[in-house]
């Protein structure tokens, strides 16, 4: 019997910060002994986008933008940003894909979560024949995520890929401004490290960091702003 635990609560507006923080295990330390802090990337927030991915389409919603993200909520999404002009490097959670991989196709699983939001029972527990099976291998399903040697790339990924690094081209004798939104050291490689390089090649591109950790590798001089307040206080300024 597979199953999944869901909290719905209400908080406070300040208490958000530590609540996030508990829930995506970014503590160091929990008095529950029986937390497993290697399966925390299996954690689901269904959450509404709010004030920040807000402000950030009402910045560029009028202007040539391309948003590139390890986020795999699909806030972008949701928020109104332009589908064909976002590519999710990392997956989402929207998505189920075969275990091992089988074959190259992703299937939205809206429906079969609403189902097991309808049929928990008093144990938290969801029936079997709603644990989702490769309709190829006969194996489970699991979230589209970029964990493991078995990360689905379809044919979206690529054509996502590929019309990110068609702008990155076409911007290159154009002033860009490039905004960071919370890109720490988890997966540098994928954007922070990039968009240094890019744009210390480029001079006139500059490149805006929201970040606690906000230091630059790269000697950008006065095109770099690094910005260590809290993304979402700096919205109400």
């Known amino acids: ?39 925390s990337y299996l954690n689901y927030s269904i959450k509404e986008c709010k004030h920040t991915y807000e402000k950030e389409f009402d910045l ?12 795999v ?35 939205s699983n809206k429906e079969l979560v609403e189902k097991m939001l309808e049929n928990i029972d ?13 309709p190829v291998c006969g194996e489970n399903m699991e979230p589209n995520l ?30 860009l401004l490039l905004l960071e939104f919370g890109v720490g050291f988890n997966t540098p490689g994928i954007i922070r490290f990039p968009f240094e390089k890019m744009t210390f090649e480029n001079k006139n591109w500059k490149l805006i960091r929201f970040n606690k950790e906000v230091m630059c590798f790269c000697e950008l001089d006065d095109r770099f702003i690094g910005i260590d307040k809290d993304i979402n206080e700096f919205f109400k300024v």
């Open 146 to 175: 970029r964990k493991d040697a078995y990360f689905i790339q379809d044919d979206l990924w690529y054509k996502q890929s590929e019309a990110y690094e068609n702008f990155i081209d076409n911007s290159k004798h154009k002033n």
């Open 60 to 71: 560029i919603k009028e202007k040539e933008y391309f948003v590139i993200t390890t986020n």
């Open 73 to 107: 909520d699909d806030q972008f999404y949701k928020t109104g940003f332009d589908k064909n002009k976002i590519f999710r490097v990392q997956g989402s959670y929207a998505l189920n894909q075969c275990k091992y991989a089988c074959h190259n196709k992703l299937y």
């Open 1 to 39: 019997m597979s199953y999944a635990i869901i909290r719905n609560a209400k908080y406070k507006r300040e208490n958000l910060k530590g609540i996030f923080r508990h829930n995506e295990r970014r503590n160091k330390n929990y008095s529950n002994k029986n937390i497993d802090k290697e399966l």
């Open 122 to 134: 008093d144990n938290l527990k969801v029936p079997t024949k709603l644990v989702p099976i490769c």
